[in-house]
């Protein structure tokens, strides 16, 4: 009946519904039309040409794109073992660092870093830099030391996460990203933000898919048996061990396979 009205800007049935699953205020939340546009947005509100980024290589590509279209420099670190060299990041990080993007698990590689980790990281970052934490693939983790990334935002004010309906939820198509932050950053990102860009199905649909954890456990119980049965064949020694719903496989001979 209320798809003829335009949405609610800012989205505030499904930020209250967050605010309650997370247990953190609504005035820091914000919603994208899925994690692409809060990336966007993000980048757009904070960097300017020549501006510097950090992130990894072989990561989510969005954080690269975005930042080359507002003519911003970016420091892309190798892998190590697959995963985020973050001691490596580190290294690449100085006062005038913009903004710093790590993938957590990392897509494409399914790898993740653990909370001592991160908690190390981020108390060497300069704390007036903003770290941005993507955990898109947070609800197929099944690893006891993963980041309780949400208490380490109670330390640090420049940690902020990233979460999305696209995957364990099963929403990709109704574009429903948001990030968590502080209420200073998320007042300056939402001047980037349309007035209109969740609609009011996308936001329905998330709040009903928040309500049905017991399906969420379901989903994400049967990902974890049947991605455990990967590791058990003879050729599993050329796949890195994986936090999401997808597998990667080392192979040297990628040119003779495509």
């Known amino acids: 009946d209320e798809l003829y009205y335009y949405p609610e800007t800012g989205s505030p049935l499904l930020r209250e519904a967050i605010s309650q ?88 590689t399914g790898t993740y870093f653990n909370h001592d980790e991160l908690k190390g990281f981020l108390e060497r970052v300069p704390s007036h830099v903003p770290v941005l934490i993507d955990e898109a ?45 502080t209420n200073e950053a998320i007042e300056k990102w939402n001047i980037i933000r349309p007035p209109f860009n969740v609609t009011r199905l996308s936001e329905y649909a998330a709040v009903a898919a928040l309500e049905d954890q017991d399906y969420l456990k379901e989903i994400t119980a049967k990902n974890a048996k049947e991605r455990a049965k990967f590791y058990q064949i003879p050729q599993s020694k050329h796949f890195l061990p994986s936090q999401t719903n997808f597998v990667f496989v080392q192979t040297n001979k990628s040119k003779e396979l495509y």
Not at 86 to 92: A, F, K, R, T
């Open 137 to 181: 693939y947070f609800e197929f983790v099944t690893a006891d030391d993963y980041p309780d990334t949400l208490k380490l935002q109670e330390t640090f004010d420049n940690a902020f996460l990233l979460r999305t309906f696209s995957k364990a939820y099963g929403l990709a198509g109704l574009r429903v990203g948001y990030v968590v932050a």
């Open 21 to 108: 699953h997370l247990g953190v205020d609504a005035s820091r939340i914000l919603f994208g039309a899925g994690l692409d546009e809060v990336i966007l947005m993000i980048s757009r509100a904070v960097l300017t040409p020549g501006d510097k980024i950090v992130t990894s290589e072989a990561t989510f590509g969005q954080y690269y794109h975005n930042a080359i279209v507002e003519s911003a420099h970016v420091v892309q670190v190798p892998l190590k073992n697959g995963g985020f060299d973050l001691e490596g990041i580190l290294n690449e990080v100085d006062d005038g660092t913009s903004l710093v993007w790590l993938c957590n698990p990392n897509n494409p």
